[in-house]
């Protein structure tokens, strides 16, 4: 039967039937993504270099009685990619959501003083590995007759960070694939996204904090008030409130939704 992928007030859509493949998918954004559409009634392959990472969110997967892949893979390396989804399918059986997470925060320095293979591994992994996964991604969603792609990208560029332009400059690159993307996918009822997040507390975030207020000067409390100050909340956001937006793009109520950029930010961003 095929899922109707809709919701109501309280619950997530009925994604039973749906496979869907997440990078970076063993901790933070990703994982919660992850296993949020397991919730939901999907199978989840997950790609990323964090085997240890992977095996955790895939043994929470399985506990909710969905199958769960954990693919060690690097997506900037084409033929690891080609063969991470090629698995995907021939071990879930189809492909029909593609969330492309996986990403690196890069240096916090200033543009003058980075070397190019710093600026090369950002977007190697941030940009390019998206590109990988898409088009290995694209024939399988065709097949399907049906499809989503999400990009994870950030509200950093729109709102300038200091000191982490490979990483503003890649997240942004996103925002062009998608709209492209989404002219070359339309016909094929595949609707292609992004989604923004904008200061989302955990781990990583702590990390930002902490190098930004080392390069600046400054404490990490001011750092984080300045990062905060454009929220009328004057606060961020969580994973769930990411995973949440993902969701709500993948269901069928999101069908006329492409080519879009989605903030979640608690209000910091408003382009």
């Not at 001011?222 to 994973?239: D, K």
Request: charged share 20%; with cysteine.
């Amino acid at each position: 039967m095929t899922p109707t992928r809709t919701g109501g007030a309280n619950r997530d859509p009925d994604f039973s039937g749906d496979v869907v493949l997440v990078t970076g998918g063993g901790h933070g954004i990703g994982a919660t993504i992850a296993v949020r559409f397991a919730r939901a009634g999907a199978d989840v392959s997950l790609i990323g270099r964090d085997r240890e990472a992977m095996s955790e969110t895939q043994g929470r997967i399985e506990e909710l009685g969905r199958r769960c892949l954990a693919l060690q893979a690097d997506v900037s390396a084409e033929d690891e990619v080609r063969s991470a989804v090629a698995q995907t399918v021939a071990d879930l059986g189809s492909l029909s959501i593609l969330v492309n997470n996986a990403g690196i925060a890069g240096p916090t320095r200033p543009l003058a003083e980075l070397e190019l293979d710093e600026w090369e591994a950002v977007l190697a992994i941030n940009l390019t590995g998206a590109f990988l996964c898409c088009r290995e991604a694209i024939p399988h969603l065709r097949a399907g007759g049906w499809g989503r792609i999400l990009n994870i990208g950030s509200g950093t560029g729109k709102r300038p960070l200091v000191n982490r332009t490979p990483y503003a400059t890649s997240k942004l690159g996103l925002v062009g694939l998608t709209r492209t993307l989404a002219q070359e996918l339309g016909s094929a009822e595949i609707t292609v996204n992004t989604i923004s997040p904008y200061v989302v507390e955990g781990p990583r975030m702590e990390r930002v904090v902490s190098s930004g207020a080392a390069e600046r000067g400054i404490t990490e409390e001011e750092f984080r008030a300045e990062l905060v100050a454009g929220s009328p909340f004057s606060r961020g956001v969580s994973e769930e409130d990411v995973a949440g937006v993902a969701m709500f793009l993948a269901s069928d109520a999101a069908s006329n939704l492409t080519g879009q950029d989605y903030n979640v930010s608690a209000g910091s961003i408003f382009y």
